[in-house]
């Protein structure tokens, strides 16, 4: 039942019905084989919560695993084009340092 329906009762009205559900609540409570499946659903319920905290753990985890392989990568390709700028600095003066001395002569 939703609180909405108990507000347009009257007092007769929502004492039986409280009455009622107690009665059920205690009834279902004093059932051995009901407080087995509340206890045993209590207890997966917990183990699906601690799996999704694993998980949740986990996720975070490969998100900065992932960002730190990022960064590496990024600084990994700046190095390599600095790298690639020297190599054709060298490879420039060298063609340079050819057409001089070949027209030296």
Known sequence: MAIGEFSDMNDDDLRRT???LGCTFFQLNSNPTALNVQRHLSERVGTLEARAKEATDIIESLRDT???ASDSSTRLAR?????TLALVIVGLLT???QAVSI???
Not at 79 to 83: E, I, M, P, R, V
């Open 18 to 20: 409280f009455l009622t």
């Open 66 to 68: 992932l960002k730190e």
């Open 79 to 83: 190095a390599l084009n600095w790298l």
């Open 95 to 97: 063609v340079i340092m």
């Open 103 to 105: 027209w030296a002569k």
